[in-house]
């Protein structure tokens, strides 16, 4: 007779808080997943669309303004499978509507759904950020992503459609000038993104 099958350990949010600092620590069905802090070129695309965005629609310096938007917000979604378990995932950029988020939560996280989220990929991460995340930011209803890949020098653009399933990705490449829902209202320079 062969041996029983080991039973497969959940990991629960007592394992995420014990990865070390210097890494990024998402948990999704009860999987751990750990990656490296991001590399140059992502960190520099995550900032410098963070402060163009910030800039005209978080502050509203001559922008239309109406928008929270954070870098690296843990955010916590019920785990579908089990109670009492959450997701947690950490994208590189999200962002809410005022009237839905008018105060920050007191919590280190936030368990109100964002209305916008941008993942910067990175060879580490696409896979997991195209094959878990989005699913579940489908999933809990994110109305926009964006993913941002430095090193393709590419900005996809999704929209939630009905039932809850990403319409096909538009995609802007290089040194493009572009309006990109939900941020239409000002004009995004992608070669800032690029910059070496």
């Known amino acids: 007779m062969g ?10 949010y007592a394992d995420l808080e014990a990865v070390p600092p210097h890494k990024v620590a998402e948990l999704v069905r009860g999987t751990l997943h750990v990656f490296p802090r991001p590399a140059p070129r992502h960190a520099q695309a995550e900032t410098e669309l963070a402060t163009e965005l910030v800039g005209a629609f978080g502050r509203g310096r001559g922008g239309p303004g109406g ?29 809410w509507r005022r009237e839905r988020m008018p105060e ?31 699913p579940i930011y ?9 993913l941002v890949d430095p090193l393709a020098r590419t ?3 999704y929209v939630l459609g009905q039932e809850r399933r990403w319409g096909p ?11 990109v829902e939900p941020f239409d209202a000002i004009e995004l ?7 070496k």
């Open 155 to 157: 900005l996809e653009v």
């Open 67 to 95: 928008w929270r938007i954070l870098v690296e917000p843990e955010l916590h979604f019920p785990d579908p499978d089990v109670p009492d378990e959450v997701d947690a995932l950490v994208p590189d950029l999200a962002g």
């Open 138 to 146: 489908a999933r809990e209803g994110v109305r926009y992503a964006w």
């Open 169 to 179: 990705a538009v995609v802007h490449r290089d040194a493009a000038h572009v309006r």
């Open 3 to 12: 041996q029983p099958a080991e039973k497969q350990c959940r990991a629960t």
């Open 189 to 195: 320079d992608l070669s800032v993104l690029w910059a």
């Open 104 to 134: 920050l939560p007191e919590t280190a996280y936030f368990a109100l759904v964002p209305d916008w989220i941008c993942e910067v990929l990175s060879p580490s991460t696409a896979s997991f950020d195209r094959d878990e995340k989005m």
